[in-house]
């Protein structure tokens, strides 16, 4: 019912910048919470950023003044603004739309932060 496409990873060295961006498309986008998620070779996969449907955000404590994640419903797309990349930021950085009932999924897109 919801289709989540992530792009804008890549390789950068630390230091550098990323804005990855998740553009939902099937169904309505604005009521939906979006988070990003990543998960790194051997690590669990960990919550990094979220923002509600009313605009609120909350970070990991490891990327709190780096990362912004934002949000523009006339466009279907959440974004995460990337600075000061550490090589320790390094995974596949996954987008989620969650309801009440519903979890969508994007396919992932990896980052690679050099040293």
């Known amino acids: 019912q919801l289709q989540l496409v992530e792009s804008g990873g890549g390789l950068v060295q630390a230091g550098g910048s990323l804005r990855l961006s998740c553009a939902a498309s099937?169904?309505?986008?604005?009521?939906?919470?979006m988070g990003w998620y990543r998960q790194a070779p051997g690590k669990q996969r960990e919550l990094v950023a979220i923002?509600?449907?009313?605009?609120?955000?909350n970070y990991v404590d490891s990327v709190k003044g780096r990362f912004t994640i934002s949000r523009d419903n006339t466009k279907n797309t959440v974004y995460l603004q990337m600075n000061s990349l550490k090589p320790e930021d390094t995974a596949v950085y996954y987008c989620?739309?969650?309801?009440?009932?519903?979890?969508?999924w994007g396919q992932g897109t990896q980052v690679t932060v050099s040293s």
């Open positions: 989620n739309a969650a309801s009440r009932y519903f979890n969508y």
């Open positions: 099937g169904s309505s986008f604005s009521n939906y919470a």
């Open positions: 923002i509600t449907s009313a605009g609120g955000t």
